[in-house]
């Protein structure tokens, strides 16, 4: 087996906001105004996010995030829309505030087998992440844990190479070996707070801190799994 070399990491800025739903009006209506939707997005500029998180059994990634451990990482296996097609493993890692994704394609069966504990095509991959993911699995006992899944409208901004999101309708599953079911049940958890976040490469442009700016509200820590956690 020959294992292709890691990718070069692309460390990036990012800031969040919880916000309620005065906020989320008076901010997106400036964001549409000036900045173009995602164009993988539907014709509103909005499309849903399917997430499963994986922890280990004594909630390493969890406590890592509530502890605020200047590195730390998240695996997560991620879909869009109905489309279980087109699946991917993502790792997300935080350094001193700052965040990179590695993320690799992987096919519904290799998802279904995963899911399942079955793991030892990853081991069998050239892909380093895969890999990586296997060594954990099995060192670590790193399992899938909690489905996390919203409505995200998404804009783009392209010096800075910025990219705002709103994340609406925050839902956690109830079943997590159910997660390639599109169908599958969700419980709110958020009570119509929305996510307000700003990704950035080396600066943040005037226009983009001026149209995201909201009077008396500060960037803070804001986990999504984090959050959906609360539900197990």
């Given at each position: 087996?020959?294992?292709?070399?890691?990718?070069?990491?692309?460390?990036?800025?990012?800031?969040?906001?919880?916000?309620?739903?005065?906020?989320?009006?008076?901010?997106?209506?400036?964001?549409?105004?000036?900045?173009?939707h995602?164009?993988?997005?539907?014709?509103?500029?909005?499309?849903?996010?399917?997430?499963?998180?994986?922890?280990?059994?004594?909630?390493?990634?969890?406590?890592?995030k509530?502890?605020?451990?200047?590195?730390?990482?998240?695996?997560?296996?991620?879909?869009?829309?109905?489309?279980?097609?087109?699946?991917?493993?993502?790792?997300?890692?935080?350094?001193?505030?700052?965040?990179?994704?590695?993320?690799?394609?992987?096919?519904?069966?290799?998802?279904?087998?995963?899911?399942?504990?079955?793991?030892?095509?990853?081991?069998?991959?050239?892909?380093?992440?895969?890999?990586?993911?296997?060594?954990?699995?099995?060192?670590?006992?790193?399992?899938?844990?909690?489905?996390?899944?919203?409505?995200?409208?998404?804009?783009?901004?392209?010096?800075?190479?910025?990219?705002?999101?709103?994340?609406?309708?925050?839902?956690?599953?109830?079943?997590r070996?159910?997660?390639?079911?599109?169908?599958?049940?969700?419980?709110?958890?958020?009570?119509?707070?929305?996510?307000?976040?700003?990704?950035?490469?080396?600066?943040?442009?005037?226009?983009?801190?001026?149209a995201v700016?909201?009077?008396?509200?500060?960037?803070?820590?804001?986990?999504?799994?984090?959050?959906?956690?609360?539900?197990?």
């Open positions: 087996m020959t294992i292709k070399e890691k990718p070069l990491m692309n460390l990036r800025h990012e800031v969040k906001h919880g916000i309620n739903p005065l906020d989320d009006q008076e901010v997106s209506q400036r964001l549409r105004k000036l900045f173009r995602d164009e993988n997005a539907g014709s509103h500029g909005i499309y849903r996010v399917s997430s499963l998180y994986f922890d280990t059994p004594y909630d390493k990634a969890l406590r890592q509530i502890d605020g451990v200047n590195c730390r990482e998240k695996f997560r296996l991620r879909y869009y829309n109905d489309n279980t097609t087109f699946i991917r493993l993502e790792k997300k890692l935080k350094i001193n505030g700052l965040c990179a994704k590695f993320s690799e394609r992987i096919t519904y069966p290799q998802a279904e087998q995963l899911i399942g504990g079955n793991i030892d095509f990853l081991l069998k991959s050239e892909k380093p992440l895969l890999v990586e993911l296997y060594s954990k699995m099995r060192g670590q006992q790193l399992a899938p844990k909690t489905i996390v899944t919203y409505d995200r409208e998404a804009f783009l901004y392209d010096p800075g190479n910025v990219r705002i999101t709103v994340d609406r309708n925050l839902r956690t599953g109830l079943d070996i159910d997660f390639l079911n599109p169908q599958l049940y969700y419980a709110d958890v958020l009570d119509n707070q929305a996510v307000l976040e700003v990704k950035y490469d080396a600066f943040l442009p005037d226009i983009v801190s001026l700016q909201i009077p008396n509200r500060r960037a803070a820590a804001f986990s999504k799994y984090a959050i959906c956690r609360r539900y197990d």
